[in-house]
């Protein structure tokens, strides 16, 4: 069974710093490239981004709106993909899940942890 | 990256067909062969309905189907049952590992 599991979610003061972590299982992780995605409360859908496979390099790619603040990596000796979030920001307020890509395609999700910036 | 443009909703009675739109530009939608949708019901995680235009997961019933012409995509569900009643968004490539989501249309079964 596939799975993906997200935790980290936290109420922080805008400037502040958390770290995301998805553990997955019951897919090839290390033959995977790992995205994450965040809804804002009312929003759609927004790509964050996502960290390629070892095999092409650990590249990561970013949204424009959280370049510079935000970084990917992976431990592919735990299944698990991190998302590091530095000088949040209210409007970084959201859900925010990661999910396997696979053939262009986000084909496995989790469920999803809840970043809440307020002072 | 602007994203995508979707009708806001889109509705129909049971056992008809409706199709969403997804607009973009040459540099996404129009440029790529890497455009894909997914439903996401409030409170659940999205899932894959089509991807790479018009291809179908295993599991994702053949009632979804997936097209594009230019710059602009379009999802489209037949036979439409009370469950299909989610939100959906439609996501492109848009070159060095780069996407974006669609804005998102709300489909309601009458």
């Known amino acids: 069974e596939v799975q993906l599991v997200e935790s980290g979610g936290d109420l922080v003061q805008p400037g502040q710093s958390l770290r995301l972590s998805c553990v997955t299982s019951g897919f090839d992780f290390g033959d995977s490239a790992m995205a994450w995605v965040r809804q804002a409360p009312g929003q759609g859908l927004e790509w964050v981004g996502l960290?390629?496979?070892?095999?092409?390099?650990?590249?990561?790619a970013y949204a424009a709106s959280v370049r510079g603040r935000f970084t990917f990596s992976r431990d592919d000796s735990k299944t698990t993909a991190y998302l590091q979030m530095n000088s949040l920001r209210t409007e970084d307020t959201a859900v925010y899940y990661c999910?396997?890509?696979?053939?262009?395609?986000?084909?496995?999700w989790g469920q999803g942890t809840l970043v809440t910036v307020s002072s | 990256q602007s994203a995508l443009t979707q009708p806001a909703s889109v509705s129909g009675s049971p056992g008809q067909s409706i199709t969403i739109s997804c607009t973009g530009t040459n540099s996404d939608v129009g440029g790529y062969n890497y455009v894909s949708w997914y439903q996401h019901h409030p409170g659940k995680a999205p899932k894959l309905m089509i991807y790479?235009?018009?291809n179908r997961p295993s599991g994702v019933s053949n009632r979804f189907s997936g097209s594009k012409s230019g710059n602009t995509a379009s999802l489209t569900i037949s036979g439409l049952q009370a469950e299909d009643e989610a939100d959906y968004y439609c996501?492109?490539?848009?070159?060095?590992?780069?996407?974006?989501f669609g804005t998102g249309t709300r489909v309601t079964v009458l």
């Open positions: 999910a396997r890509d696979w053939d262009w395609g986000l084909v496995y």
């Open positions: 790479k235009v018009n």
């Open positions: 960290i390629t496979k070892k095999a092409f390099g650990e590249k990561t």
């Open positions: 996501n492109s490539y848009t070159g060095i590992n780069t996407y974006v």
